[in-house]
């Protein structure tokens, strides 16, 4: 299957902007677009994210699956041939309200149950063939979302992202070959940013809520749309835009714990969708000091201007992995300020894998180096790690933190950029206390993602 993420910095309530942007980078990449199965942009991709009330918001509402931003993902689709998922600020309207009322809801969409005036944190996910194929609404609101949206109404969402359901049985074959394997969009659910984090961040840590939705619907992929925060400062972000958010890509893989643990339901591919940059726009469009998803009590990710106004700054490093059978198998992850396509085939093997046994300890992946066809794979066997602390990156109150941060071992050489040194630790399963990994020598330099 051939997955595409779209990340870049859109402007704060610049929407036709934001779509030329998005377009261009689009263009400048068309062997990335080739063969797609699926395209997906972060959460209110062509809005921006950081509005500081529902009167900043308000003039960029979009009408149930009928705005710029469906209108834009309808004729991505079409062009591309593949299914298109994209982020949007919904409002519900008279005839949206008496469709629901009067009609059986579709088992494509995320049927609302509301009046006219409510308004949500949406995705819409369209087919090439002009399916309004789910328009899913976000369950748990971050403190910014609280500013003027709804959760919604009916959960998580999970179901067919096909253009048409899969035959019940395989058709009968004279050929001894094997059957394909359905494709993950069979069964995805679909989820925006916060739904990732403990509900209303007082949840306990362990209920995993986003994860066990996916485990208790057997879904073969999740998508989530994101605008996630970082706590690198500007200069960090600006630096070195294509190193990966090392810390925000451990904490997302820790809140999937049951789902990476699991073993005999198959892997789950996982994408993460997210945006880049840091928001800032005219003084009456930046957001209040409410913050983005991810962070809170200090570490929200914002810097003052001299004005006192708030920017939010994001961790970009979206990312393409599969989890399950106790491991984390990472196809693609771009870096934190890099504004570009990640396009990947989970059909290959890939670039990083991370695995955990019995006893709970991570370990070095057998699989083969991933090489280019001018490598010899006896000259480049896996990077050695270099282990450092790990800071847990948003600090959750009134549970215990029992979460494992992976190992990510570098495959040489590596199929995207990579910084100098791994950073990386473990969270022990019965105590929130942080264990270090010991040093090992290594013959080669370090490989880093991330910072201490």
């Not at 051939?2 to 870049?8: G, K, T």
């Amino acid at each position: 299957m051939r997955i595409a993420c779209l990340q870049f910095n859109p402007s704060l309530g610049h929407v036709q902007r934001n779509i030329e942007r998005a377009d261009s980078i689009l263009s400048a990449s068309p062997s990335k677009l080739q063969n797609l199965d699926l395209l997906v942009l972060p959460e209110l991709a062509f809005t921006g994210y950081n509005f500081r009330s529902l009167a900043a918001i308000s003039p960029y509402l979009e009408p149930t699956s009928s705005g710029p931003s469906t209108k834009w993902a309808l004729a991505t689709a079409k062009r591309l041939n593949c299914a298109v998922s994209v982020g949007y600020p919904e409002i519900t309207t008279p005839s949206t309200a008496t469709a629901t009322a009067t009609a059986p809801p579709s088992p494509r969409t995320h049927s609302p149950h509301s009046d006219p005036s409510r308004r949500y944190n949406s995705t819409i996910t369209v087919s090439p063939t002009g399916l309004i194929l789910a328009n899913y609404r976000k369950t748990f609101l971050y403190y910014t979302d609280e500013t003027w949206a709804s959760p919604g109404p009916s959960g998580f969402w999970s179901g067919s992202l096909l253009s048409q359901s899969p035959p019940p049985f395989a058709q009968p074959s004279l050929s001894p070959s094997p059957s394909p394997s359905p494709s993950p969009l069979s069964q995805a659910a679909l989820a925006i940013c916060m739904d990732l984090n403990p509900q209303a961040f007082t949840a306990p840590w362990t209920k995993y809520e986003l994860a066990t939705h996916i485990l208790h619907t057997h879904s073969k992929m999740a998508i989530l749309s994101m605008a996630w925060l970082t706590r690198l400062s500007s200069t960090a972000l600006t630096s070195r835009p294509k190193e990966p958010d090392m810390e925000t890509f451990s904490y997302w893989l820790a809140r999937l714990q049951p789902v990476v643990d699991v073993r005999g339901q198959g892997e789950v591919v996982v994408v993460f969708a997210n945006r880049c940059g840091v928001e800032e726009e005219e003084e009456e469009e930046v957001g209040a000091k409410g913050g983005v998803e991810g962070a809170k009590d200090g570490a929200t990710g914002e810097v003052m201007r001299g004005d006192g106004e708030a920017q939010a700054r994001y961790a970009g490093t979206s990312a393409v992995v599969g989890v399950g059978g106790g491991r984390v198998r990472v196809w693609g992850v771009l870096g934190r300020g890099e504004e570009g396509v990640l396009s990947v085939d989970t059909g290959t093997e890939p670039g990083l894998e991370t695995w955990r046994n019995g006893n709970g300890q991570i370990q070095v992946s057998d699989l083969a180096s991933i090489q280019s066809p001018s490598t010899n794979p006896t000259k480049h066997p896996p990077a050695r790690h270099s282990p450092a602390q790990l800071k847990h990156p948003y600090p959750h109150q009134g549970t215990q933190q029992q979460q494992v941060a992976y190992l990510i071992i570098i495959k040489h050489p590596s199929p995207f950029p990579l910084p100098h040194a791994i950073n990386t630790s473990i969270f022990k399963p019965s105590t929130s206390k942080l264990h270090q990994i010991k040093s090992e020598k290594q013959e080669t330099p370090p490989v880093s993602l991330g910072e201490k």
